[in-house]
């Protein structure tokens, strides 16, 4: 199996900073991806992690450790739009394994 | 926008029935993924298609079936329904099949499934 483990609500300040962890359990994987999704809409792409290390997209980074099992996602100059769910999610070939997703709530 | 389309948006029928929801990938994905979201299971994989061979299984019912036209629009078919059933369905798209080391999925907007 692939226990992927995320905290469950994580409440921060506009213009703050935010670190979602994501800890899993697998043998092998392709890549990991995060997404983001607000309530009742699609899943959004944000960013996809291969190899260890850690991947910048603006205001949105990403970091994968395969020997921890880990991951974190890094959410900088937090702004009220990005009040929604991050959802973690293994890849293994095209199948994608997700997390039950971290609620982010952002205050003004 | 992802470029990826679902029919209908919402849906709502009785326990027992047969629906049919449809999905369009980006244009040039040949891929096609189907997803169900509820309160309880959180996002779960179903079933995969490339090109129209289905490559991939996860959790998906027996009740349930799917397919990819020529023309790599896919539906999926859910029989014989239950109240449990109630979700949101997603469809995302990619551009090549398993085993490509980038395949970023790309989500529609998804179709509301009530049970009544």
């Known amino acids: 199996g692939q226990n992927i483990d995320q905290p469950t609500e994580m409440t921060a300040t506009e213009g703050a900073i935010v670190q979602i962890n994501c800890t899993y359990q697998t043998s092998g994987f392709n890549g990991l991806f995060w997404y983001q999704q607000h309530a009742g809409e699609a899943p959004t792409f944000l960013s996809y992690?291969?190899?260890?290390g850690l991947e910048e997209k603006g205001r949105f980074s990403s970091f994968l450790s395969r020997s921890k099992g880990y991951s974190y996602l890094l959410l900088k100059e937090l702004q009220m739009k990005d009040s929604a769910s991050y959802l973690c999610?293994?890849?293994?070939?095209?199948?994608?394994?997700f997390g039950a997703g971290t609620q982010v709530v952002v205050t003004p | 926008d992802s470029g990826v389309t679902q029919t209908p948006k919402h849906l709502i029928t009785a326990t027992g029935q047969r629906v049919t929801l449809r999905c369009s990938p980006r244009s040039g994905d040949l891929s096609v993924y189907w997803y169900q979201q509820s309160l309880d299971q959180g996002l779960q994989f179903l079933i995969q298609?490339?090109?129209?061979?289905?490559?991939a299984k996860g959790n998906i019912l027996e009740r349930f079936s799917a397919q990819q036209f020529p023309d790599l629009h896919s539906e999926l078919n859910l029989s014989s329904l239950e109240l449990g059933d109630s979700a949101l369905y997603f469809c995302?798209?990619?551009?090549?099949?398993?085993?490509?080391?980038?395949?970023?999925?790309?989500f529609g907007p998804g179709t509301r499934l009530t049970v009544l």
């Open positions: 995302a798209s990619s551009a090549g099949a398993r085993g490509q080391s980038t395949d970023t999925q790309y």
């Open positions: 298609y490339y090109n129209g061979e289905e490559r």
């Open positions: 999610a293994i890849d293994s070939w095209g199948k994608l394994q």
């Open positions: 992690n291969v190899l260890d």
